[in-house]
């Protein structure tokens, strides 16, 4: 049963770039591409500064991908913003650098390392920097006077989400008023605001975890190295696989082993965790997504990658 | 052309079990993951239940109720192999016409609630009243918990049949509106047909919503020609591309095909489309929806907030029109107001002329000449421009037949609205 839903998921999966589309092409994903470039064409044509907030994950490569086809054969005409918690995987680093080195793109650095060295931030004693986020942001936000910040949020990431709007007015500290969220009708998105206030506009808001996959899948779109299999030394915590780095390693009796494993979503090393897997392609890596969500309901194999999905895209806690 | 990604709302109120029916929705098409499932089994089991108290998955959080936002619409995401869902899920109390009117602005189809025992009771026929004026193309009747109403063959025939008579009289076709007998809570015809109604031979909800044709634009059934809102003009003006000239927009209405004479409004140029482009190639053929870059022949001065036309039936662009709006502004509306009116991609200055009819969702009936129009009112007013556009009756097409008034002040949405006189079609009456 779940094997042919994958399978169904999976099937239809290529480059596209010598497709010509006809009526019947108009699937699910081609709907929502399409309304994700209305929303960063409506943007360019309102805004004065906009900036999209790239981390290196899934979700912003894949904000990227489609605003860089929103404004095709033409420039990105928006900068991007990475708010870097020091606990970065390298590899997350050089991909990013690569992609905004491949396209000529403007990349603007908030560095939360910056804030606790001169003492305007300070460590958690969890040492989990996500939260510590917010205060880099709004300040780059308005030191560059963005006036609208492209996210990669998404409705369907957890229930306090469903009612977040595509164009989420903030107020000059950045807060979300929900007194002062605007009903959206239609394909009608108002973006009016006052000097000093800003839009966070999320695109991929109708777009499911299964969307994205298939979209990369499809598109081909290259992710960072750490979203496919790789051999990295690993120890078990909390039912997670963590890698050692900057934010320490393992206790005394956790175990340092070499394992073939993946990330599902990339965030602060100190509490990110990789998952055991084979999987090295994006059609490797959509069959096992999609098995792990359609996986049978009050089933407890300890199946580390439905647990994991629980832990998915918590990096934007105090972010977004 | 059958849509694959369907967008659905909710109507109804929460005692009628609309959570636990969305919530069933997400758990029959395995759309919720293992671990949230877990946490509603776990809490069901704190409550004492027997079973999953399957509306845990959609009530809102504590501190969403805490910041006062439990009245707002909520998207929910499931999907079959057959076709993937946007469910706006929309509070039921009976002063949120405006969350009704966000939710069902862009559904193809709408799911309302009853309670078996109670039937169709005034706030139906009030959401349905809603749901014909904003030209929701299909219904679907829920009627829920039928497994505790004696002689439930009786009652699901009695209440479709009255169900039948009011949407008929608010222009829905037969073939339109379909009554389903589920109980949500049990799962009875939501995602597989119940053996427990046997006197029910059509489709689970779930199978409907798979199959139920709905055009990919939605509008109902009226073929217009192109309509093409222009967002934005794309010029590279780089080594590559140094004389390239894209206008970029979303079709809102028609196809569009390479050696289409179109038209240019408001300035009524005429000109051919050379070429529809795309990162992934050129098109032979775009349709309504399909984001999009058109190359046109000539040379022409076109700016963001024009719309591109077919030259067979395009609109006259005027400064002056009569629309139907829901007011969702704090402040009541009074005629004279200034306010900005977003019409596609061009905003400009408004002035509201005269106020002309409120209608009455009680009655079902306008009352001529109000003195304003207050929170959630709808009613009929005659609205100025200061740049002329370029709209269509919005019962002929939703996107060019819409608007949004603005606050200039302070920035706020504070009315929907529709071009030309939907009003008059949803003026039933009750006679009583």
Known sequence: MTETIVNELVSESSNTTERAFGISDF??????????????REVAGEFERPVILFSGGKDSTVLLHLALKAFWPAPLPFALLHVDTGHNLPEVLEFRDK??????????????????????????????????????????????????????????????????????????????????????LWNLYNGRHAPGEHVRVFPLSNWTELDI?????????????????????????DGMWMTPGVWGGPREDEVLETLSVRYRTVGDGSSTGAVLSDAADNQAILAEVAASRLTERGATRGDDRVSEAAMEDRKREGYF | MSAELLRLATAGSVDDGKSTLVGRLLYDTKSVLADQIDAVTRAS??????????????????????????????????????????????????????NTVSGASTAQLVILLVDARKGVIEQTRRHAAVLALLGVPKLVLAVNKIDLVDDAATVFADISAEFNQLTRTLGWADDDVLEIPVSALHGDNIATRSEGT????????????????????????????????????????????????????????????????????????????????????????????????LILADDVDISRGDTIASVADAPEPIDTFDATVCWLGDKPLRPGARLLLKHGTRTTQAIVGGLL???????????????????????????????????DDYRVNRHTGSFLLIDPSGGNTVAAGLVGDVLSAVEVGTGV
């Not at chain 1, 603007?108 to 917010?134: C, F, M, S, W």
């Not at chain 2, 109000?370 to 421009?385: C, F, H, K, T």
């Open chain 1, 27 to 40: 699937d699910t994903l081609a709907a929502l591409e399409s309304e994700s470039i209305h929303i960063f």
């Open chain 2, 357 to 391: 009819e409120r209608f009455d969702e009680q009655r079902l009936l306008a009352d001529p000449n109000p003195e304003s129009l207050a929170l959630n009112d709808i009613g009929r007013i005659s609205v100025r421009v200061a740049e002329p556009l370029a709209v």
């Open chain 1, 213 to 237: 996959w298939r979209y990369i899948a499809r598109e081909d779109i290259d992710l960072a190295s750490i979203y496919y299999a790789h051999q990295r030394p690993v120890y078990q915590r």
């Open chain 2, 198 to 293: 046997p006197y029910y031979s059509g489709p689970s909800l779930i199978e409907h919503l798979e199959s139920v044709p709905v055009d990919a634009d939605s509008t109902g059934n009226h073929t217009l020609g192109l309509r093409f809102p222009v967002q934005y003009v794309i010029r590279p003006r780089t080594a590559e591309y140094p004389d390239y000239r894209g206008y970029a927009g979303q079709i809102a209405a028609g196809a569009v095909a390479p050696g289409d004479e179109v038209v240019v409004l408001p300035s009524g140029i005429r000109t051919t489309v050379e070429r529809i482009d795309t990162p992934d190639g050129e098109l032979a053929v775009a349709q309504t929806g399909r984001s999009v870059t």
């Open chain 2, 45 to 98: 089991v704190d409550k004492g239940l027997a079973t999953p108290d399957l509306s845990l998955l959609v009530d809102g959080l504590r501190a969403e109720r805490e910041q006062g936002i439990t009245i707002d619409v909520a998207y929910r995401y499931f999907a079959t192999p057959r076709r993937s869902f946007v469910l706006a899920d929309t509070p039921g109390h009976v002063q949120y016409t405006r």
């Open chain 1, 99 to 184: 992609i905004v080195e491949r396209y000529g793109l403007r990349l603007h650095v908030a560095k939360v390392e910056d804030y606790l060295a001169d003492g305007r931030l300070t460590e958690r004693p969890d040492g989990i920097r996500n939260p510590l986020q917010t205060v880099p942001l709004l300040d780059a936000i308005s030191e560059h006077r963005f006036d609208a910040v492209f996210g990669g949020g998404r409705r369907d990431e957890e229930r306090s989400r469903a009612k977040e709007r595509i164009f989420s007015l903030r107020n000059a500290f950045g807060q979300w008023d929900p007194k002062r969220q605007r009903p959206e």
